[in-house]
């Protein structure tokens, strides 16, 4: 299998522009995870689908951020505008049995 | 609430001797605890889990940890390290007593110098 897919895996934008980012887990796996990680912060759940329906999106951080799972093989990230604090490395994670989770290569999000 | 610490940022180690990364968790009922290694411009990748049975984990790469409930510990441990060993190690826990979220640790750093 070839994993988590994740693009695109660098994203350059200007404060204001809209983001998305694109998702695609491990076949089979009906948990769907998305990241961020931060110096400051560590790693941060934002959300976490299941079975193509978000369970719980307490960890988005505003209303400028939102995910959908259209199917079972593609999810997306979307920031609307884009601001400079969102500068981040967001992962996609897959799990088949929400026990061990499988990350994406990541996407670097450079906010300027 | 579900937490886990790990105590050094970064842990130096000579190529041949043995390696302790450090973790310890708090939760409410039963944990499920896991490391993770992250490796330059990768994602997360699982190294092994504990979830019952033997306190002795053994997983990828010769890494091994020992979950300690009295301590609230669960530290990686490897008898003799290698350079390519050098990554980002994170440890997570989840709480059996529901849920999905795993929380993960902020990472310990470890350079293995030859």
């Known amino acids: 299998d070839a994993g988590v897919i994740q693009s695109p895996r660098h994203e350059v934008t200007e404060m204001g522009q809209e983001v998305t980012l694109r998702c695609k887990p491990i076949s089979g796996h009906n948990s769907l995870f998305w990241y961020r990680q931060t110096m400051m912060r560590g790693l941060e759940l934002l959300i976490y689908f299941n079975n193509n329906v978000p369970i719980d999106d307490s960890g988005m951080p505003e209303d400028r951020f939102s995910a959908k799972m259209p199917n079972a093989s593609f999810s997306t990230l979307k920031i609307q505008p884009s601001e400079p604090r969102d500068s981040a490395v967001y992962f996609c994670?897959?799990?088949?049995?929400?026990?061990?989770?499988?990350f994406g290569p990541g996407t670097r999000l450079t906010v300027t | 609430a579900q937490s886990v610490a790990q105590p050094e940022d970064q842990v130096n180690v000579a190529e041949g001797n043995p390696l302790t990364v450090k973790c310890t968790y708090s939760v409410s009922g039963n944990p499920y605890l896991f490391w993770y290694v992250q490796y330059p411009n990768r994602g997360l990748q699982f190294l092994l889990k504990?979830?019952?049975?033997?306190?002795l984990v053994k997983g990828s790469y010769g890494f091994e940890a020992e979950f300690n409930k009295s301590q609230t510990s669960f530290h990686l441990k490897k008898p003799s390290a290698l350079v390519s060993d050098s990554a980002l190690y994170v440890c997570a826990v989840r709480d059996d007593a529901g849920g999905f979220k795993t929380i993960f640790g902020a990472g310990t750093r470890l350079f293995v110098k030859a």
């Open positions: 994670a897959s799990s088949p049995d929400r026990v061990v989770v499988y």
């Open positions: 504990y979830i019952t049975g033997d306190n």
